[in-house]
């Protein structure tokens, strides 16, 4: 029904640069929300960022001001441009659509894993 292509994870030095994309095929309806999650280990998974379909943003407190989201509709596409990284960062991050209309409930990518080393 709906498939989620996660890519953009790898390792990176403290302080550098990462961006994700994810891209959502199937049967996809407007309005969804589109979102990005993370998961370290030995920890829950927790929320990064969210979007909306009109464009309103949400982020998690400890990546404020450092991560950014953004999408394309045309594309059904996500990105989470992710500054200023650091070793508490490293985790698999991994993409979330939820659908209002047609196959409602979410999916989930595979996950991509971003570690950040000091």
């Known amino acids: 029904q709906v498939q989620l292509v996660e890519s953009g994870g790898g390792l990176v030095q403290a302080g550098g640069s990462l961006r994700l994309s994810c891209a959502a095929s199937?049967?996809?309806?407007?309005?969804?929300?589109m979102a990005w999650y993370r998961q370290a280990p030995g920890k829950q998974r927790e929320l990064v960022a969210v979007?909306?379909?009109?464009?309103?943003?949400n982020y998690g407190d400890s990546v404020k001001g450092r991560f950014t989201i953004s999408r394309d509709n045309a594309k059904n596409t996500v990105y989470l441009q992710m500054n200023s990284l650091e070793p508490e960062d490293t985790a698999v991050y991994y993409c979330?659509?939820?659908?209002?209309?047609?196959?409602?409930?979410?999916?989930w990518g595979q996950g991509t894993q971003v570690t950040v080393s000091s």
């Open positions: 979007i909306r379909s009109g464009g309103s943003t």
């Open positions: 979330n659509v939820h659908l209002f209309v047609g196959p409602k409930g979410d999916y």
């Open positions: 199937g049967s996809i309806f407007s309005p969804y929300i």
